[in-house]
């Protein structure tokens, strides 16, 4: 594993959101990148200095001030990663705020964040402690994190004040217009401030077993992003997914992670297991999850699951717990 830069690293998922951005907005651009697209999955990190030179290389091909929030407003789910699916599923901003706070090493691991309550207002809060990855970068940071928080509420709201550590650009404007409040620079922290009425705003549409079942795999992903342990990057996470799809295949995981069939098989058998044996893994883990919740019926669950049938469910836990699903959530509700 490669040792991590002082700035600290970002994951695929998100360096993905600037190849996106290019072939949508630029695609004779995108042409000419000479950086590979990485490939997508929280394990899969990009230190700090590969993306400062990526965003400057953009700059440099675009000479547009106002790239990074650009960059920033064509943010989706799917560039937060596992994070970004664990906020979406929260019942409101307070809960998706807190999973920022809990996962945040997930995504985007440089300055640490830390959260202060003011009078009336939350305070997100960025220091300097890890050093300064510069106007691009810290402009995109803050500009996915606003533009990701209007995608989860139905009705935006736009912070109080936004102040970055960096030096003022040439296009201040700009900010005030994206951020639709007045933006400072030069501050001794970069700083987002909202309401803390935010906190209580409803999320479009908030689902509380996939919520359990994503935080669960986050839980153990950040394991794994500190002990560096996931030998195929993003398979996990990828193989998730493509349960909660209903698309449990082995060409569907290795399409996520843009790699052939043959390619990801072999790479399984090199680590002395099987796309079967996986798949049963993770579904038994997630069914484990739906249990204890005790929001579905075992029908449910197996549906959820994309087993055939309930009867095909009930046998697969068997085999990999030694127990029914009816009695593991016996046993797990005494």
Known sequence: MNQHS???????????LLFDWLVSAHPEVATRMPFARPVAGELNRIEIPQWQAMLDWTYQALEDAAMPLKIAAHVRPANMGLLGYV??????LGEAFARLQQFENLVYSVNALNVAFQGDEIILRWGAERGRPGHWVDSVAIGVLVAFTQHLIATPVYPRRVQFINPMPENPSDFDAFFQCKVGFAGDYTEVVWPVSLLEMPLKSPDHVMRSMLDQQAQLLL?????????????QKALQESVGAGLPSLSEVARRLCVSTRTLQRRLQEQGTSFRDELEQVRVEMAKNCLQAGDLSLADIANLLAYNDQSAFTHAFKRVTGVSPAKYQRTKRQ
Do not use: M
Request: aromatic letters at 6%; proline letters at 3%; glycine letters at 10%.
């Open 223 to 235: 394991k794994q992003v500190k002990n560096g342990e996931e030998s195929i990057p993003g398979f």
């Open 6 to 16: 002082n700035l600290g690293h970002i994951s695929a998922s998100y360096v993905n």
């Open 87 to 92: 906020a979406s599923c929260c019942t409101n």
